[in-house]
């Protein structure tokens, strides 16, 4: 298996706003091989630095898969307008991670 995850600084006060842009968004995610699971992981509040962290978190079958749905059409529609609210609910840009799992660990 591989997860990917994207880490979101979210500027305080524009949590709900950010959370509703992924609530409200045409996911295409289930029609793609290999996807398992998606999550959007709310996490700590930095207040020295004025942010909330978000992580989106999404588990495919293979790597592989994950990089077919990254070259997709399905990927390009959905992250089309990705940047519009950007200046007023994030800072910087996403922080990228993938990770593939350890069998038997």
């Known amino acids: 298996m591989f997860i990917a995850m994207n880490r979101f600084k979210?500027?305080?006060?524009?949590?709900e706003e950010f959370e509703a842009i992924w609530k409200g968004r045409d996911s295409k995610l289930p029609e793609m091989k290999g996807f398992r699971e998606f999550q959007l992981l709310r996490g700590p509040v930095n207040e020295d630095e004025g942010y909330t962290l978000f992580a989106s978190h999404t588990v495919w079958e293979t790597k592989d898969d994950f990089e077919a749905w990254t070259k997709s059409q399905n990927f390009r529609d959905a992250h089309r307008n990705a940047g519009g609210g950007r200046a007023v609910t994030y800072m910087g840009h996403p922080q990228f991670e993938g990770f593939s799992v350890v069998q038997g660990a």
């Open 10 to 15: 979210v500027k305080n006060g524009s949590e």
